[in-house]
């Protein structure tokens, strides 16, 4: 049986590539999606000068038509979200409620960028001189190089493109190798928008020849990554020997407190969702559960209840709340950290096993530690797979020194009824976003998000803070 196959779109056409990859599905290893042609590093380089050539182009189309495609592409994302979240879900493997959500806020994006773009005002000042008028306003930075993870396929993707473009920047977008289509279809869509030729270039391909491409050229402005904080790491020090500016969202070992005095419930419900969902595969998830002595039995065993309930098995089954890791390799790593912890002296309560289910996928029931300490290797790594540890405290105090003895510094929560502690924890977690009786996972489109230590280097990503890193700021003094 023949299967599709899918283009890189490069200047405003559609390229095959050296080679290429097959794309499988997590809840179906027999699954195939399509085949999705390789880039080479030389057709890389082609997008960055395609892209050179056209921004200037892009930057000088009118504000109301560079809306006019930012909305086009939201309202199109918005209205075809059954279709592209079950294509998400299939090829990523989080639930299809969890696939068709992420494409609808997607979509958001796109408008909420939209509107950005009739929001781009200048400033005046009064010069210490005398007859001097100042004027200060930003113009896009340039050429942008987006390079995105397989967690989020098009919720990322959609928070990096949307105000590159919105700002008037051309963009060359790589996309995770193990998840194309949702890029690829993300792309069909902007093709369509009557852009400039060049101004936005899909490079699918891996990160040795494409991702290095991109993070090595002079010849791009800016660049944008989210991966591992190793990975993330060599982009900086890349990017910094061209003068290149660099946006970087990487690691995270986020914990949720759960105070004495918490409602059991809800806290229950919050380490369930932050740990758990999305397979624990959110750079948000609370993969550390830090809890008081008052608390800590009677949480730890109606979690375990919560948990048994947990429905593990392929994403577009229905009632499915947990779906398959994203692959063979995750699924490896994932099991080696359950030995490996249980080595270290923490007693596994719940779960952990590999799931043998009707279809041949990547699934394990979602794990949950005790006698856990933060200074064991499964609570200083980041796992990435749904694996929680809990944590026994004495006392706020001790929470509080325990959620920020990390590299780290993403997301914080706390789940209490003391309006002392919650504000006190706001004040002094070491993270970026901070959560109060909410799950660590979960964000909204138009605040900044980021992270501190670690976690996060440069510019805010998202809200009107992007702006920050997709434009320049120009000081111009006049004589009237």
């Not at 490069?10 to 097959?22: P, V």
């Not at 400033?123 to 007859?131: H, L």
């Not at 950290?337 to 799931?355: D, M, N, P």
């Amino acid at each position: 049986m023949s299967h599709k196959t899918y283009n890189n779109y490069i200047d405003g056409q559609w390229c095959e590539g050296h080679a290429t990859l097959g794309n499988y599905s997590p809840s179906d290893t027999g699954d195939l999606i399509g085949q999705y042609h390789q880039a080479s590093a030389e057709q890389a380089r082609q997008a960055i000068q395609a892209a050179r050539a056209a921004q200037p182009l892009w930057a000088a189309s009118g504000l109301e038509s560079r809306q006019q495609v930012l909305m086009a592409i939201g309202d199109e994302l918005i209205a075809r979200k059954e279709e592209l979240g079950e294509l998400l879900s299939r090829e990523e493997g989080k639930p299809l409620a969890e696939g068709i959500g992420e494409v609808n806020r997607s979509g958001q994006f796109f408008h909420y960028y939209a509107a950005e773009v009739l929001r781009q005002m200048g400033e005046t000042a009064a010069s210490v001189r005398p007859g001097v008028d100042i004027e200060v306003h930003r113009e896009p930075v340039g050429v942008v190089g987006i390079i995105t993870p397989w967690n989020f396929p098009m919720a990322t993707a959609a928070w990096k493109i949307a105000p590159a473009l919105a700002f008037g920047n051309a963009v060359v977008f790589k996309p995770a190798n193990l998840v194309p289509a949702s890029a690829w279809a993300l792309t069909e869509i902007i093709s369509r928008q009557g852009l400039p030729s060049g101004t936005f270039n899909l490079v699918m391909g891996s990160g040795a020849d494409v991702g290095e491409a991109l993070i090595q050229s002079a010849e791009i402005d800016a660049l944008t990554f989210t991966g591992s904080l190793q990975t993330g790491r060599r982009v900086a020090v890349a990017t910094a020997g061209n003068l290149v500016r660099c946006q970087l969202e990487m690691g995270s070992k986020n914990a949720l407190v759960v105070m004495d005095d918490a409602d059991l419930e809800l806290a229950v419900e919050c380490a369930l969702n932050g740990a758990f969902f999305g397979t624990g595969q959110k750079c948000t998830a609370s993969s550390r559960l830090i809890v008081c002595d008052g608390i800590h039995d009677r949480f730890v065993e109606a979690l375990r209840l919560r948990m048994r309930q947990l429905k593990v098995g392929h994403a577009l089954e229905a009632g499915v709340q947990i779906g398959p890791v994203a692959d063979a390799r995750q699924l490896e790593q994932n099991l080696a950290y359950l030995q490996l912890a249980q080595a270290e002296g923490a007693t596994l309560i719940e779960g952990g096993e590999r799931l043998q289910l009707a279809c041949d996928g990547y699934y394990m029931r979602p794990a949950l530690f005790i006698n856990s300490r933060n200074d064991m290797r499964i609570n200083r790594e980041e796992v990435f797979g749904p694996i929680a540890c809990v944590i026994r405290v004495r006392d706020f105090e001790e929470a509080l020194a325990t959620l920020n003895d990390t590299e780290y510094g993403l997301t914080a929560g706390i789940i209490t009824q003391s309006l002392r502690h919650a504000s006190h924890f706001k004040r002094r977690a070491q993270t970026g976003c901070v959560m109060v009786n909410l799950p660590t996972a979960g964000t909204d489109y138009h605040v900044p998000f980021g992270g501190r230590k670690a976690s996060s280097f440069g510019p805010r990503e998202q809200g009107q803070y992007a702006r920050d890193f997709y434009t320049v700021v120009k000081t111009t003094y006049l004589r009237p």
